[in-house]
C-alpha cells in the first residue's frame, strides 16, 4: 500500500518541481535573468546599427557587440537551464523603449544615440556583473560574472571612444 501512494504522489512532486524554478529567485537566478535583458539590448539595439548606420566604426563595433553578446548569451542559456532558471523571451520594457527610440532616428543623431546607449549599457553591465561578484553564491555563475567582466569593460572603453568621435555627440551621457 506505502508504495501505491509513492508512485501517485511522484508525478505530482516531479510537476511542482518544473512549476515552480526553485532558482529563479535566488541572486543567481536573478543575475542570469538581467544579464539576458543586457545581453538582448546589446543585441537588437546593434542590429540596427548595422542597418541604420553608416559610419563604419559604428558599424565595426555594432558587428563585435553581437557576436559578443551572443556568445555571452549561449553561455547564460547554459547556466539558466541546467538551474531551471526561466530568462526572459523580449526585453523589459524600458529597454524596448530605447529601441524603439533609436529606430526613429537617422544619421549622426542615430549614431551619437547609439553610442550613447552602448556607454550607459555597458556601464550597468558592469555594476551586474560587479554585484554577481559579491551576492552570488553558484561558483559557475560567479565565475561566468568574473570571466564577462573584462570583456564588458572593454566594451564600454570602446563605447566611450565611439561617443567622444561622434560629432552630434553630447560631451556626457545623459542618465537613463
Do not use: W
Amino acid at each position: 500500500m506505502p508504495r501505491r501512494s509513492a508512485l501517485i504522489l511522484l508525478p505530482l512532486a516531479l510537476g511542482s518541481c518544473t512549476l515552480m524554478a526553485p532558482n529563479a529567485g535566488t541572486a543567481d537566478g536573478l543575475f542570469l535573468q538581467a544579464a539576458t535583458g543586457s545581453n538582448l539590448f546589446e543585441i537588437q539595439s546593434s542590429q540596427l546599427a548595422l542597418s541604420k548606420s553608416n559610419t563604419a566604426a559604428i558599424r565595426a563595433f555594432a558587428q563585435q557587440m553581437i557576436t559578443d553578446h551572443t556568445t555571452a548569451q549561449n553561455q547564460v542559456n547554459t547556466l539558466a537551464a541546467a538551474r531551471n532558471v526561466p530568462l526572459p523571451k523580449v526585453l523589459p520594457p524600458e529597454l524596448q523603449l530605447k529601441i524603439t527610440t533609436l529606430n526613429t532616428l537617422s544619421g549622426a543623431a542615430f549614431d551619437a544615440a547609439y553610442a550613447r546607449e552602448q556607454v550607459l549599457g555597458h556601464q550597468l553591465s558592469i555594476s551586474l556583473h560587479q554585484n554577481q561578484q559579491t551576492a552570488g553564491r553558484d561558483p559557475a555563475v560567479v565565475a561566468y560574472a568574473a570571466e564577462k567582466l573584462p570583456v564588458i569593460t572593454g566594451h564600454l572603453q570602446q563605447a566611450q571612444a565611439l561617443l567622444t568621435a561622434t560629432p552630434a555627440a553630447p560631451a556626457t551621457p545623459s542618465a537613463p
